[in-house]
């Protein structure tokens, strides 16, 4: 029998049985994408997280599916990438929710807000709680359906050019602090700042700012803030476990193929274990050039953590009876705080207690 004719009478099933499926049972087609970065290109690590996206999707498809990442300002402002992608300028963006508490707090839960999760708790709630569920849900209103797209871990809390005593040294204080946990600086007394990462050394060397805080010792030497800060506080407890996501137009991700859709979910979770995995690596090693270079590393003052606690809770009570779209997701989110605070307290908190205090 001719093979026009077997193929003819035998159908695809018989095609397939027999070995010699046609090419377009598995043909894709070649895309190409442009993400919109809210971060500037010096940071390999966050800004990073993106091409590591970006290759991983390339690999997965066989070069068919393509995306090119431009840093924040390249085709947008760093904060002007939930309009791009809600309005179609690009098909993706990689950037941090909380940036764009302004339009509505929710936005914030989605990465981090003061006292929240720290990043293994944020990736429970993300993928086996309601966290993607209830922000996908809320990022409809955006035309936007997101991804988890890494998360730096617990941050520093940033740079002083001047030392904080007490509580009452937030008084006046202009801070560069990113998003939402400003509201709880306000309300401590600070002035909020919002500037992209780019805008920050020369801020503090001018005296423009008096503090900024960015992620942790390694994106921070890079951008040299010691040379132009001397005090160095922790905990960043606004950024327990800050994620980073990936912000997608619904309808360029409801034009992609099943196939095509698998692998931007495999590229985002490979995107979102690797960039801790870094940060993990890096902090370290810069931290201790940190303080070989006269850094003077300080723990805030508990009477400041007391107080940014007492104001993050009065503001999220605030918010709750005003705002639908906060009440909804926060309810959730902080039940799920209370019982991974629960557990932790005796495993990991008692497991890393010991460990720190030992010496190798």
Known sequence: MERRSFVKNAGLAGVLAAGAAPAIVHAQAN????????????????YGGGEVFAKKVSELSGGKFQISVHAGGELMPAFGVV?????????????????FFGKDETFAIGASIPFGL??????????????????????????????PGGNTGAQMAGWYRKEIKSAADFKGLKFRIGGFA?????????????????????????????????????????????????????????????????????KAYEGLSAEYKAIVEAASAYTHVDMQA?????????????????????????DAMDLAFKESMALYSELSAKN???????????????????????????????MQSQRF
């Open 182 to 250: 400003g509201r709880v600086i306000e309300r401590m007394g600070g002035v909020p700042q919002n500037l992209p990462g780019g805008e920050l050394y020369s801020a503090l060397e001018k005296g423009t700012i008096d503090a900024a805080e960015w992620v942790g010792p390694y994106d921070d030497l890079k951008l040299g803030f010691n040379k132009v800060a001397p005090f160095y506080y922790y905990p960043g407890w606004w950024e327990g476990g800050p994620q980073v996501d990936f912000y997608i137009n619904t």
């Open 31 to 46: 895309i190409r994408w442009r993400m919109a970065s809210s971060f500037p290109k010096q940071l390999d690590t966050i």
């Open 118 to 147: 720290n990043s293994r708790q944020m990736t429970a709630w993300t993928y086996h709680g309601n966290g993607l569920k209830l922000m996908r849900e809320f990022y409809r209103n955006y035309n936007i359906i997101n991804f």
């Open 324 to 354: 639908p779209n906060w009440k909804k997701v926060y309810e959730d989110y902080a039940n799920f705080r209370r019982d991974q605070n629960l557990w932790f307290r005796f495993a990991e908190a008692g497991f890393d207690d010991f």
């Open 278 to 302: 870094k940060y993990d690596v890096l902090n370290p090693q810069a931290l201790k050039q940190l303080v070989a270079a006269k850094t003077k590393l300080m723990r805030f003052p508990k």
């Open 83 to 99: 309009d791009g992608v809600q309005n179609a300028t690009v098909e993706i963006a990689h950037t941090v929710p909380y940036y």
